[in-house]
């Protein structure tokens, strides 16, 4: 099972980038790792995948070393609205048996400061 | 539009009544899912649907049984309500396990 470790908290401030790692020592060679973002009382969203190397969309960046066993979100210039719950998965794409895992991480609370 | 969605949003129901949480989604996603995400905030994979198989089935007492009629819905339905299944459950779709669209969640609350 490819469980993910992240750090329970972080501050930052408005106007800065804010970087969040997650930890996947045991991701199978099929899984994605995915980053959804949660605000309160509404459901988690998706942000950006990647499987390998540097994805960047226009929210994120996602950072994955060549061994996989960790990844980066980049939040650039973050706002008072990016304040959340980030969530990092790691599963496959193509699961077709019940071997195959989705495990959400514990999420990490962002807060920005203003 | 909404993408995702699930009704009731509200549910306050007594211990060991039967309830259903339905769930619909428009975005013609083969894959639909249903997650419960208790005080903690643990979001916790419950079952898993691919053109209507079941494909995920976590370790989850058999009073929860899902029920998909076709692609476009998948249905949870909760015998003898516990106060420990009191948690927001979330219902999901993607296309072959991509990223996942999330509903609006169901607050259930048994007392």
């Known amino acids: 099972l490819a469980k993910t470790t992240q750090p329970i908290s972080m501050d930052s401030y408005e106007g800065q980038e804010v970087n969040i790692t997650c930890s996947h020592n045991n991701i199978a060679t099929n899984d994605y790792i995915t980053w959804y973002q949660q605000f309160p009382s509404q459901g988690p969203r998706f942000i950006i995948q990647?499987?390998?190397t540097k994805v960047t969309n226009e929210v994120a960046s996602l950072f994955i070393p060549a061994d996989r066993k960790s990844s980066t979100l980049s939040l650039p210039r973050v706002s008072l609205s990016d304040t959340a719950v980030y969530y990092c998965l790691v599963g496959g794409s193509m699961m077709r048996n019940r071997d195959d895992k989705i495990i959400f991480g514990k999420g990490t609370r962002l807060h920005i400061l203003p | 539009d909404t993408a995702v969605s699930q009704t009731p949003k509200y549910l306050v129901t007594q211990m060991g009544n039967d309830k259903s949480i339905k769930c619909e989604q428009n975005l013609g996603h083969d894959t639909m899912y249903w997650y419960k995400q208790d005080s903690k905030k643990f979001l916790k994979i419950m079952f898993s649907?691919?053109?209507?198989?079941?494909?995920i089935n976590e370790t989850v007492p058999n009073r929860f049984s899902p029920k998909s009629p076709d692609k476009a819905h998948l249905n949870l339905h909760i015998n003898s309500l516990e106060l420990g299944d009191s948690a927001v459950y979330f219902c999901?779709?993607?296309?072959?396990?991509?990223?996942?669209?999330f509903g609006p969640g169901t607050r259930l609350t048994v007392t």
């Open positions: 990647g499987y390998k």
């Open positions: 649907y691919n053109n209507k198989e079941l494909i």
């Open positions: 999901a779709s993607s296309q072959q396990f991509r990223e996942q669209y």
